[in-house]
């Protein structure tokens, strides 16, 4: 038997070579996922409660704002609830909008005078970092809470998280648990609420047990003030600011805590439009990050080798759609060029075939693990197991259809400055309990 076959056209070469290599490729990122999914069974023991805080220290929680009238009372309220000493906890505001959304936030000020700080800028220089670092000029407190104005953190939030980072002295931050306020209102929320759910159960416990790349996902955390300084603070020049201090703080040694029994839900983009914008932010975002620190990662003396070959793996995540592009289209050109008795018999007279169908394995199977660690963590309520696993159906049609999309993204960070950063429309829901 032989490697390749050699009675082909030079298109069909071409062609055969191309599906192989873009399966290889492709079976990277599947493999990572796999990898991913072990680490994560691997650290399912529950995380080790650290010992109860004497003294609790000053925590100031800030909350950047941008035209967020539909859910800044919502969020203000939440937070001026939160389960700790008045006397040590602030609420700064850096608001940047010109809409209803100041005179919200006023209303707050002015109701808790001795908790609410707002801070009005006239522009949005630096965006959302520009935002956090004039923020952090405004407080001494050494603990920094974070939160986008479409979550809602749960009363005891800072006292399950505050302790972790009181105990762990080279911890940077700790981070909670993404989730929803109502994934099941459509087929459409049915998708991104399991790609929410497998983020966090897979994904981002992982990256903790593992001690792979940081990724604090911008929202639902609580910084040493320390850690943020130690690498520059906030950067004002990328669209994700969260991601770029996640690497600068990997390649300093700082380590971070999940903890995945703090659950802190928000809202699911209401359209596929609002999802497009949202997902080419953070597209461009990730390459933006692999142009900047690549370098650095490969360099640094911090990291071992699969540390470093998993963090350019992660930073470079998006470039799964332009090669599930050229898959879709040497696909077609195989089943065109190739008569079916090639693809049925005489292809799997060669090695590339069989390899090539190892490759695939990993590449069909690695969506499918991902589901069943998340749904082995998740406790439903009015639905099967089964049920939440065929969504994995509607978020394979979502991803598709974001592509072309992702790809452009993609490369525009790869190959230019920082972009624009445009908002996520938000439109207030509520939480079951609060909404009947």
Known sequence: MNWFPTDLTTIQQLVLTLVTAVTGLTAIYAFNIWVLSLLSIRGGKKLARPPPVESWPLVSVHLPFYNEE???????????????PRDRLEIVVVDDSDDGTTDVAREYESKYPDLVKVIHREDRTGFKGGALQVAMARTE????????????????????????????????????RWTYLDGQFSWFAKAISLAIDIYAFVDQKARSFGNLLAHFSGTCGVFRRQAIEDVGGWSSDTITEDLDLSVRLHLKGWRYIY??????????PKSFESLR????????GFSECL????????????????????????LSTYFISPLAIIGIVVGLLYYSIFPASFWLVGYWRYYVAWLTLAL?????????IASVVTL???????????????HLGY???????????????????????????YRTPKSGLLPRAQAS
């Open 277 to 284: 914008h949202q997902q080419f932010r953070w597209a461009r």
């Open 259 to 268: 903890v995945p029994t703090v659950a802190c839900p928000g809202e699911i």
């Open 141 to 176: 407190a050494q603990y920094i809470c974070l939160f986008d104005a479409d979550y809602i953190p749960p009363p005891n939030f800072l006292k399950e998280t505050i302790p972790y980072l009181h105990q762990d002295e080279r911890a940077a931050f700790v981070q909670a």
């Open 376 to 390: 082995s963590e998740l406790s439903l309520s009015g639905m099967s197991k089964l049920q939440r696993f065929l």
């Open 395 to 421: 978020l394979g049609a979502v991803l598709y259809a974001l592509v072309l999309s992702n790809t452009r993204a993609a490369f525009e960070g790869l190959l230019f400055g920082a972009s624009y950063f």
């Open 360 to 368: 695939s394995f990993f590449v069909y199977t690695a969506p499918i």
């Open 70 to 84: 539909q859910v800044a009372g919502r969020l203000l309220n939440a937070c001026v609830n939160l389960d700790y």
């Open 291 to 314: 142009r900047r620190h690549a370098g650095s990662i490969v360099r640094s003396k911090q990291l071992g080798f699969f540390q470093k070959l998993e963090a350019i793996m992660h």
